[in-house]
């Protein structure tokens, strides 16, 4: 019997059948999954045949409904994904761009899926520099120049055809029932309206489309209904990409893009397609770590950060002690640097992938690592002023029981995009134009430095940080991660694969364990609550800049397959997400 096993130790508590598998999910005691301890903190949800964690309960529920249906990975990855577009709209979209890394059982290999936007052709280096050769915020976050020619769509129907097993209409089928029959607006979605109302309701048409007729937000319960979304998810389902690139909904983008100065034309959209890629992977200890090539900096980095910290005994300095966060901030600081320098689009510029990810360039940077004193950024490059963020991605992870597996991050930029919605079509355009280096050596929102091979270029992808990741252990899959946050993806899934590796922790204390962020520049490391004052203080001790904030670092949406059990674990620091397995 298919069941949702969310909660199910709670449950089990509750029931008094401690020590006995709940009669709905086993059949016998002796099934139970060695994941059982009592002395955890943080319990995964545990499925056998198929899961999907994700930002949101209902995209989540709609994956497994298709993993049920006889789905594979990759059919409930999509469907997923357009389902979110509906649900989750502060992340989920069809108006912007990701990646999809996919382990595909048949070959035991995996792929990678790039549908990142592309800047439009009329673009150039000097598009969002303001007369005095500054940036200006306002058109490069919220105009209508802010956005990148979208790239879900193309992304998502490239993996469904190429790997996907059921029908178009089939995988689309939930969404176009969700944005057309409506839903009861949850908790989180009412607050994510709400927090970016503001910047919404200067838009007039996402003031009608994500608020009631008297301009308040849809309260919790009450159904919010999308028959513009409907209809644009009705034509991809007829009509595939030609259903969104061209044809009505093209109609409608180039339409808005002229009446707000926008640069999309019919022809960017005409000629966008998705690009499959191999992936980045390298080893640490007996794990095999398959993560984002460029356009993302992701994996590189990612790997880079694992390959210093390889040469240290960082079991026996103890997770989250002193020493180990050093360690890991002069990891990050090292990669940090070399993003601001030698990333960008591989279709445009030579990124040194090779040799950025090699093991003895790591063995040079760990020999200027000092064991007790922080490197200033400055020592390590020149240094910059700081800037701040605010963003919204989103993370969703698949598995199925053929052994497929899905992780994918996507995302609109920042949270509901630029906040422009395109009449006639229920979705909102993305900033993602932002993510180039708009003043390259110059600091954007994200107070990061990006350099000259990440400058605006029409037709070029600007680099990302989004690293959906997939840790294989004895050549099979054995952890499917991913997060949000801009830069702080790479420094959160860095910090949850060692969780995982290194600490031995389950699924769900990785992705819930305290973190820290270090991008270079600013040079500072953040800190979320949950590490000890005592630990702080030795950091300040060996010179770290420190900054103890309540706001949290990235939130990761995992699974982990071991001895043929799936464990799920969505992170708590936003409300809202759903582990949804059988
Ligand atoms: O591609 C990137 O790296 C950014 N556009 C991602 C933005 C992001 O993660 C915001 N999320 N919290």
Known sequence: MATILQYWFLAMLASGLLGLAPAQARDSASELPPIIDYEERFLPVVARQGMVVGPERLA????????????????????????????????????????????????????FIDYRETAPAAAHRELFLDENGAIDGQRTYFSHQSAGVPGTVAGLLYAQDKYGSMSRAKVLAPAIALAEKGFPVSFSLNYEIDARGQRLRQNPEALRLFF????????????????????????????????????????????????????????????????????????????????????????????????????????????????????????MKFAFADRSEYLGDPDFIDVPVQQLIDKRYAARLRQQIRPDEAIPSAAIAPGRELHHESTDTTHYSVADRHGNVVSNTYTLNFSFGSGIAVPGTGMLLNNEMGDFAANPGHPDMFGLV???????????????????????????????TGSPGGSRIITTVAQTLLNAMVFDMNVATAGISARVHHQWLPDNLLVEQGISPDTIRLLRGMGHELEVSNRTIGRTQSIMLQNGWLYGATDTRRPGGWVAGY
Request: glycine share 14%.
């Open 60 to 111: 989540s529920e709609v994956g497994l409904q298709i993993l049920q249906q006889g789905g594979n990975a990759v059919d409930a990855a999509v469907a997923t994904g357009f389902a979110l577009a509906v649900t989750y709209p502060r992340a989920g979209n069809l108006g912007g761009g990701g990646f999809m890394l996919i382990h595909l059982a048949e070959g035991n290999r995996q792929t």
């Open 212 to 331: 009631k007729a008297d301009g308040s937000v849809y309260d919790i319960g009450e159904i919010w209904r999308q028959p513009d979304l409907a209809g644009t998810l009705r034509r991809i389902a007829r009509n595939g990409r030609e259903g969104f690139y061209e044809g009505e909904v093209a109609k409608h983008i180039v339409a808005e893009m002229a009446a707000g100065g926008g640069l999309i034309t019919a022809r960017d959209l005409a000629q966008y397609r998705a690009v499959e890629r191999e992936p980045v992977r390298g080893a640490f200890g007996d794990y095999e770590v398959v993560s984002a090539p460029p356009p993302s900096s992701g994996g590189i980095h990612i790997l880079q950060i694992l390959n210093i910290l390889e040469g240290y005994d960082l079991a026996e300095m103890g997770h989250n002690s002193a020493a180990y966060l050093h360690h890991l901030t002069e990891a």
């Open 450 to 480: 990006q350099g000259e091979r990440n400058s605006v270029a029409g037709g070029k992808r600007p680099l990302s940080s989004m690293s959906p990741t997939i840790v294989l252990r004895d050549g099979r899959p054995w952890l499917a």
